[in-house]
């Protein structure tokens, strides 16, 4: 399945708005969305954690494990990652300005940490890595952006080892009657569409070769995130004042998607 947008799409948005998204999602540069219960409440930022500990438990992921991180923005994840589990991690972006900002951060960290740590400029579809390289690969709010979607699976299994996980989330698509609004607000905002409902992925999964363990339809938690985000969005009059105004507008419109079946959220569990 291919993508109208194309990669070069793609990096010049991200390589453009990483500013605006450290104003409104993370400062540190993390850009995932939440999972939120009774420890987050309404906090956007925990949320997000939240999401980063239940993909640890559920890709048991430890200090042996060798992890890539496709879609690796600015590597704050990764950092954390094997911060916290001492596990290697190599992170790979389409975003040149986000690869140099992960290797900057990387560089900030204790020797043994950045010896545990590598990050690389490198397209989905493309993994400059041998076959069996890496025990798992993590990726979060990413493969929806990639162009070619089956190459990036089939990419993503080619580098795990016998038996390695996949564990990663992906936007998804209900049913394929787009509003307007939805058209706008969701997928030309994020430059990008897909085929794929909660189902056909893990059918898309099964065909790469993948066994999926576990799969989780997230949406509610999605349409939480986008009207939290429209709160976290500035308010100001400064320079990007119009901008930040259409954005809370996007995020509410987004949630607003969410509901009209148009558009979803789904977390997978593979193993090679």
Known sequence: MSNTYTETDTESYYDAEDGIYRAVWDEDGSVHWGVFDESTGGDFLKASSNLNHIMVNKGLIDEDASVLDLGCGNGTTAIWLSKAHGCQVTGVDLSGVRVDNAEKARLNQPSDLQDRLAFKKAS????????????????????????????????????????????????????????????????????????????????????????????????????????????????????????????????QETAKAVDNREVGWGLFVCKK
């Open 124 to 251: 989905a579809t493309e993994l400059p890595f041998p076959d069996g390289t890496f025990t798992h690969v993590w990726s979060q709010a990413v493969i929806y952006h990639v162009h070619d979607k089956a190459a990036a699976l089939n990419e993503a299994y080619r580098v795990l080892c016998d038996g390695g996980i996949m564990v990663f989330d992906d936007l998804v698509k209900p049913q394929p009657d787009i509003s307007p609004d939805g058209q706008e607000y969701v997928y030309s905002r994020l430059l990008y569409d897909t085929d794929f409902s909660f189902d056909s992925y893990q059918d898309a999964l099964r065909n790469e070769g993948f066994e999926v363990l576990e799969a989780h339809d997230l949406s509610e938690h999605l349409k939480t995130s986008y009207l939290a985000l429209a709160e976290r969005t500035p308010k100001d009059e400064g320079e990007h004042a119009e901008h930040f105004q259409w954005l809370t507008t996007a995020y």
